[in-house]
Each structure stands twice: as structure tokens, then as C-alpha cells.
């Protein structure tokens, strides 16, 4: 059973950055593609990027490319979140979900596994 956490969630200003942390549980999280989600008050839940389990493919959400980047580190069972150029329309609760050699997919249906969120709000 994959366990995720996230971390990293905080009160930015606008142009400013964060990175989000997603700790896995996992001893080979590197067999798990992971997808970070947000949800903002009122709305539904959207992705905003993905890595796939071998690493090779990202993608990225329109409204976050070119500001957001994905990374993963296998070897301390950790995928991140770079944030930069934060907007106010950025703020939301981000949450990290993962799937087992699963391809990346925009639908939180096609993600098993799920951390409990953390919560990024930009704002001067």
C-alpha cells in the first residue's frame, strides 16, 4: 500500500515561488507514476502536472506551463513540485496522487493512491 504525504504548502505573494514535496511510502516509489492535483473552493479537481514512473515523460497543465516544474528523486522516495511566478489563481489545495506503472492521465479515477493535501495560497 502506497502512502503519500505532501509538503511544502504555504501563504506566497504573487511572483513569488514554492516547491511541494510528496514523501511516498513506497520502497520503489520509481514503479509509480505521480500526478499532482489541485482543488480550489468552489471548483473541481484539476490536474496540474504528472511524471511518469520511469521518469522519461512530464506534462503539464496550460495555465502552469513554463512556471511549474515536476522532478522526482526515486532514491529518497520523494516527487516535487517547483512552483514559480505564482498567481493568485494558483491558490488552491494541492494534492499528490499516484499510480503503479500507470500511464499519466488528467482523471484523479486513473489514481489509487492519494496524500491528504496541502494548501498553497497566493496572495499580497
Known amino acids: 500500500q502506497l502512502q503519500l504525504v505532501e509538503s511544502g504548502g504555504g501563504l506566497v505573494q504573487p511572483g513569488g515561488s514554492l516547491r511541494l514535496s510528496c514523501a511516498a511510502s513506497?520502497?520503489?516509489?520509481?514503479?509509480?507514476?505521480i500526478a499532482w492535483f489541485r482543488q480550489a473552493p468552489g471548483q473541481e479537481r484539476e490536474v496540474v502536472s504528472c511524471?511518469?514512473?520511469?521518469?522519461?515523460?512530464?506534462n503539464y497543465a496550460d495555465s502552469v506551463k513554463g512556471r511549474f516544474t515536476i522532478s522526482r528523486d526515486n532514491a529518497k522516495n520523494t516527487v516535487y513540485l517547483q512552483m514559480n511566478s505564482l498567481k493568485p489563481e494558483d491558490t488552491a489545495v494541492y494534492y499528490c496522487?499516484?499510480?503503479?506503472?500507470?500511464?499519466?492521465?488528467?482523471?484523479?479515477?486513473?489514481?489509487?493512491?492519494w496524500g491528504q493535501g496541502t494548501q498553497v495560497t497566493v496572495s499580497s
Open positions: 513506497a520502497f520503489t516509489l520509481g514503479s509509480y507514476t
Open positions: 511524471i511518469s514512473f520511469t521518469g522519461i515523460s512530464t
Open positions: 496522487a499516484g499510480v503503479i506503472r500507470g500511464w499519466c492521465s488528467p482523471h484523479s479515477s486513473a489514481y489509487n493512491y
